[in-house]
């Protein structure tokens, strides 16, 4: 019976930091897999045994060669979102993190800049909150994260 409703109830949880240079501008993630192109914030899916923050520290590491430090946590996923990747209701945690050290990362202007090929490519960039919208970021959890951004700062620095 457990396994029927494991089946039948499926959840993805993900796990996304918020990394703010010196400019005050974002680290944004330009992806595309197998043929799908999508912007959104650095992180991913949570593996089987990890506490978010463990999760999100492992995420950091593996997409952006970095260490990080989690400050607060800023944001859950509170409405219904099904993943667009398979069958599974989407569970979003965002925290604002900072670097232990200086990101080492060939960081670009334009969107989807990719330096390689192959069938997973990623590549960053930095946007002030002010200047990035809705549109340049593919997930609606990203995009509720943005609102809320600019509501908490609505001042440009």
């Known amino acids: 019976m457990k396994n029927i409703l494991r089946e039948m109830y499926k959840f993805n949880l993900r796990v996304y930091g918020?990394?703010?240079?010196?400019?005050?501008q974002l680290l944004i993630?330009?992806?595309?897999?197998?043929g799908f192109r999508f912007s959104k914030f650095p992180g991913g899916g949570l593996e089987y045994g990890e506490g978010l923050i463990?999760?999100?520290?492992?995420?950091?590491?593996?997409?952006?060669?970095?260490?990080?430090?989690v400050l607060e946590h800023f944001y859950t996923t509170d409405f219904f979102i099904k993943s667009v990747f398979n069958d599974s209701q989407l569970i979003s945690v965002y925290y604002l993190v900072k670097p232990v050290s200086g990101l080492n990362l060939d960081f670009k202007e334009?969107?989807?800049?990719f330096q390689t090929t192959g069938?997973?490519?990623q590549a960053f960039?930095?946007?002030?909150?002010?200047?990035?919208?809705?549109?340049?970021l593919t997930f609606p959890t990203d995009q509720q994260v943005l609102k809320l951004l600019k509501e908490k700062w609505p001042i440009k620095p």
């Open 110 to 113: 334009l969107p989807f800049d």
């Open 54 to 69: 463990d999760g999100l520290k492992r995420e950091f590491v593996e997409e952006c060669n970095a260490e990080i430090e």
């Open 125 to 136: 960039r930095w946007k002030g909150i002010h200047d990035l919208s809705d549109q340049e």
């Open 18 to 24: 918020l990394l703010f240079n010196e400019q005050n």
């Open 29 to 34: 993630s330009d992806e595309e897999e197998y």
């Open 119 to 121: 069938d997973i490519l």
